[in-house]
């Protein structure tokens, strides 16, 4: 049997977590030796599942069958010593020694920028999302995220819009579309970017891989920006794995009054770099060359009267007609003309019926 | 001896005669009845009776045979008593038979010879005037229901011997007992709302116009409490109309006061069944919609209703009446309703709430799916109701808005003369074009529009019939483009696709 195969087995087949692995690979130091070893002598050092599965999987046409199997679902098992390996996430302490790839091949950047944050984030937090993606993988950064809802699916959105790249982490099985709401966005990925997993298919999305997978995703990554993060919020988990793995920690403040952006304002109060545009996230790079003269800084419009007024008040977080008219100080008519002229230009976006933000890509 | 006498029953929701046919001849004593009675009717035989008895002119010891014609229609009710009695009467030769034809009876009988009302007269009535027939003979109880119509002459009796004096010309006149009506006073006021401009302005537009309306809001957003104040400032029925659905209301066995002007506001609760909603039963009696001919169906958390609910509304909504079918009979019911929809965007109700839904996409689609497009397609105004915080302008009460309504709506149909339609979203393609004559600058403004992905091409005679609402409100002669502007933002078709959209 081949040597990559004895990695396959090691890696999916006992399911058993990346600190145990590396414990077993201190004494063993390679999967051959394990696969060979007799039960009674291992059996005292996995638990009791891990044992049953060490005992049934170790069958070579088993383990090749599997193996083919990923091929025809056009996913990849990448060694830690192979080439295709992402190479920053091999310096991590708990690097996995295999990962499954789907989709391109990744191509290694000069500066690769983890964008995460809630799951059920403010349009506020949506739309920078998509701004900064868009505008780093624009100049050439990778942007790494997690696939999941919110911030995560706009990360990658962002960045595939501007034709970069980007790659997804799940914290599931390779095979698998989780959450279902962004299976588009997933189809995208495997067709123009990368997605990778630490677990075999067929896993099932446990809460408590997130976390793990959370490591990957900073280990991935020079820098973490996170764009919004509640108190409690698994963004911070990759915030400190980051730290952990001494990279860049970054974050979005948002408003003091909304407990959405608490968790960013508390990594910011231990030191995290505060980021108001992309700007501030390249000059932490000084080695990364790449000009940012097309950076824009929001400013103020010159626009005519009513509209001037109603630009003034529509905002990030969406605000209904009603408001904006009685905020402005127009009327029915006034308000209606001058929100249709704004979007029209594209000033400003009607994200329900009624509803409006400001459009932040147009400068 | 023979005799015959007019009276009628209610089928579905109109009134259909029926003659009842008596027959005194020499045999055995016995009394039968015929003509596919059901059980309470054939026990007007012992009713009728006893009546007759106690005026003091019992039945014969002959052979009795009453018909009810025409005989294959299941004749449910009581009202046929007093008729019965009176063609005995007129049988044994105490009054007049010649003059029977013309006079329609309808009754419930007493042991005592007292006529109470049979209810659901108003239909009979409306059926028995188109056949020629003008006079009446009705319990006293049930002229509360009825009143003075062109060329009726209702007599209203209280007792059996009222017939006999009538006939001798003895019989005291009865006419002037009717109560006046007064209208209750009405609890919620549109003042109650405060802000919510776009919201009342939308509620406005919608019944001044006619336009079946769908407010899109989170829970607490003020939908329904703008649709419960929504009768507050609903222009009165006219004559005619309040004769009709005073007919329906009668059929239907639901006391209404027939000087009762306010047009019907039907809130039927969203579990409501399907023959509930459209008219239904063995027998088939008016449903909801029905009951909301010329008024309102207010479908509050419209997506909690039952799909088959909601997709049996198309028809009706389209061609202002609904069919029923049973078994060798169709039964045409009126519907001519404005419908009101109330709906949550999502599940969990805030998905136009920053950040707060929680609902996945498939579930939101699995929500939404029940609303079809054709269904979706029939509301002309689909708007997003959001919670205002800071309380605008003094607010209008509903008074005033009311008399403005009225006003508008008088002005709609001078405007709308010759196109037989009173509303402007009645009004069919090939007019609204004729009659609106979009000026260059609206055409380019549609144009805009349309290129923006705003409005469909199909959806701009929705527009434009919207527009023209809004500029009549507004005084104007001509759509002006902030009138269609307007329009925008109280017709939005993509709300579907937004609120499960992808991308966000």
Sequence with gaps: ?363 | MYQEVISGIVRGVAGQLIHVEVEIRNGLPYFTMVGCLSKEAAEAKERVASALRSIGHPLPSMKLTVNLSPANIKKKGTAFDFPIAVAFLACLGLIPGSELDKICILGELALNGKIHGAGCCLPIILEARKRGIHRFFLAAEDQNSLEDMDGIQIIPMEHLSDVLDYFHGTMKNRTGLRKEWVPEEESEDFSDIRGQQHLKRAVEAAITGRHHLLLVGSPGSGKTMAVKRIPTILPPLTDSQRLEVQSIYDAAGISRNIADWRCPVRMPHSSIPKGALIGGGQEPKAGEITLAHHGILVMDELMEFRQECLEALRQPLEEKRIQVNRLGWNYVFPADFQMIGTMNPCPCGFALEDGRCRCSQLKKRQYLRKLSGPLLDRFDMVLTVKEEKEPARPPETSKEIRSRVINNIQLEKERLAGTGCSFFSELKAEDVMRLCRPSAEVRKLLETAADMKKISRRGIHKILKLSMTLSLMDGEDNICPVHVLEAMTFRNTGFVEEVAGDGR
Aim: glycine letters at 8%; hydrophobic letters at 35%.
């Design chain 1, 1 to 363: 049997m081949e040597d990559k195969l004895y990695w396959y087995w090691f890696c999916s087949m006992l399911g058993i977590n990346s600190r145990k692995q590396h414990q077993l690979m201190e004494i063993f130091a390679h999967p051959k030796e394990l696969f060979r070893t007799s039960p009674n002598i291992i059996e005292e050092k996995l638990s009791e599942k891990a044992f049953q599965r060490f005992c049934k999987s170790r069958s070579e046409d088993q383990i090749k069958r599997q193996y083919e199997a990923l091929r025809e679902e056009q996913i990849r098992f990448l060694l830690s010593v192979e080439a295709g390996y992402p190479k920053r996430l091999k310096k991590i302490y708990d690097y996995p020694y295999g990962i499954f790839q789907k989709g391109q091949a990744w191509l290694e950047r000069e500066l690769v920028i983890a964008v995460v944050g809630s799951r059920h984030p403010s349009s506020y937090g949506l739309e920078l999302t998509r701004l900064f993606a868009g505008k780093m993988a624009k100049i050439g950064i990778g942007i790494v995220s997690g696939l999941a809802k919110g911030i995560d699916g706009a990360a990658h959105r962002g960045a595939g819009c501007e034709r970069g790249v980007t790659a997804g982490v799940l914290g599931c099985g390779i095979d698998r579309i989780y959450p279902w709401d962004n299976h588009q966005l997933f189809y995208e990925m495997y067709e123009n970017q990368t997605v990778f997993s630490e677990y075999p298919p067929g896993v099932r999305p446990d809460a408590w891989r997130f976390p793990e997978r959370n490591r990957i995703i900073s280990g991935l990554s020079d820098g973490i920006l996170v764009m919004e993060a509640e108190k409690r919020s698994g963004s911070l988990i990759t915030a400190d794995c980051g730290l952990e793995q001494n990279k860049e920690i970054f974050a979005v403040p948002g408003p003091v009054t909304s407990g959405n952006h608490a968790g960013c304002h508390g990594l910011i109060k231990q030191g995290a770099k505060l980021v108001e545009t992309v700007e501030d996230i390249l000059s932490e790079f000084p080695d990364f060359t790449k000009s940012s003269e097309n950076i824009q800084h929001f400013q103020k419009k010159s626009l005519a009267k009513p509209e001037k007024k109603v630009y003034d008040v529509v905002d990030l977080y969406p605000r209904h007609l009603n408001e904006i008219m009685n905020e402005a100080g127009l009327s029915f008519g006034e308000t209606v003309s001058a929100l249709f002229l704004l979007e029209s230009k594209g000033y400003i976006k009607q994200i329900h019926h009624n509803i409006y933000i400001k459009n932040i890509y147009k400068g």
